[in-house]
């Protein structure tokens, strides 16, 4: 995820189609809930903004509909990898990408 440019709708190195977007989601910890943002997702897992630094390995990300359960594959202060445990359907991605864009 990190470090890999890829277009609006790409395949990143790792081979998962990838949208950019930027979309306002919660991620709920065992620590509580965090507002996170949504700078690229994919089948597998996400690129998050974090409001706040994290310890958390775990968590549930939840954005328009979606709950996705996964854990932390990267971590910065204020950024992460989340990698989802089951992929999520690409319909679901792009519908969201487009809500968003509205």
Do not use: Y
């Amino acid at each position: 995820m990190r470090g890999q440019g890829i277009d609006k709708v790409g395949v990143s190195q790792r081979g998962s189609k990838r949208l950019r977007m930027r979309a306002r989601a919660t991620l709920k910890t065992w620590r509580g809930n965090q507002f996170v943002e949504i700078s690229d997702v994919s089948q597998a897992g996400a690129r998050l903004a974090l409001s706040s630094t994290h310890e958390f390995t775990a968590a549930t990300l939840e954005w328009q509909g979606i709950a996705a359960h996964g854990r932390v594959v990267w971590r910065e202060p204020r950024a992460c990898g989340f990698r989802f445990d089951q992929e999520l359907p690409l319909e679901w991605l792009v519908e969201a990408q487009s809500v968003e864009a509205v």
